[in-house]
């Protein structure tokens, strides 16, 4: 699922490293091929699901510069997360945190407990 500007998500900001994911179903295949038996997400703690959006990424600190000619604007930089909208992401349980978002169940996963990514090559 791409995030346009006419969906639920629009509205819905990712902070930092953090991806929201959709879980997919158990028997939900790829392309590709790639699915994890309902054993390996039960005896492993490993889930599967489909990145909806993502975070800016790692701040970066800015140094810190007095000089009176600059404006006070702090602008932060980011180092940008590996996830992309509508990558199929396997990720720990342990750290995503569930949530509900309009009677859907999403996971909020911080970018260090993804796994792996699957992406499509046109993306």
Do not use: C, H
């Amino acid at each position: 699922m791409r995030l346009t500007t006419d969906n639920k998500f629009k509205k819905l900001i990712v902070i930092g490293d953090r991806v929201l994911i959709r879980p997919a179903k158990p028997n939900e295949r790829t392309e590709t091929g790639l699915y994890l038996p309902p054993g390996v997400g039960e005896r492993e703690k490993v889930q599967q699901g489909y990145v909806i959006k993502t975070g800016p990424g790692y701040a970066i600190p800015m140094p810190i510069e007095e000089e009176s000619w600059k404006g006070s604007e702090e602008q932060v930089k980011y180092v940008p997360l590996q996830a992309k909208e509508g990558d199929l992401a396997i990720f720990l349980l342990s750290g995503a945190t569930e949530v509900l978002y309009e009677n859907d169940k999403y996971y909020i996963v911080p970018q260090s407990a993804i796994l792996m990514l699957e992406r499509e090559e046109d993306m």
